[in-house]
């Protein structure tokens, strides 16, 4: 029962009305933050307050590029679960779900969208690198790029003469 405006959402005691429906709003925010490029750095259940409309996302200070760094799926995962095991309080059926890995896939292929229902599944890539052939990969790499600059180089030097 929502009792006062601005209730922070940690305390209250029973969001039966919108159990699923506050989690999925939230999870819908969390998309549509992603949509844009964004992750907030720190969705705890007291940076959501509830009131008689529904639940707010506060402290947008801490929101951060999603792909800028190596820290966006870490975000996401840890913001997802904060609000999962809240929700899952109340919804127990929530505390299995994978929506931040479901998001990251989608992100990578470019195929998040606003209005998307994920259903909290993920297909984890169990693919394991060959760190050998990725190594190969970027000396050859540096090695073809040290070539080229000194084509460059001679030939800058012979342009001189």
Known sequence: MISTPGQRRASVKSIARGNGGYHRFLIDQVIGMLCVGSVHGDRRAFNVL??????????????????????????????????TETSG???????????????????????????????????????????????????GAREEAIRRQLGRDVAQAAGRN
């Open 50 to 83: 509830i009131n008689a409309a529904g639940p707010v996302i506060i402290d947008p200070p801490q929101v951060a590029n999603a792909a800028g760094g190596n820290n966006g799926l870490a975000m996401r995962e840890c913001g997802i679960r904060n609000i």
């Open 89 to 139: 309080r109340f919804g127990p059926d929530l505390l299995a779900s994978k929506f931040a890995m479901e998001m990251w896939s989608l992100f990578k292929q470019g195929e998040i969208k606003l209005g998307r229902k994920l259903v909290g599944v993920s297909i984890e890539d169990e693919i394991i690198a060959n760190v050998d052939d990725v190594t190969q990969a970027i000396e």
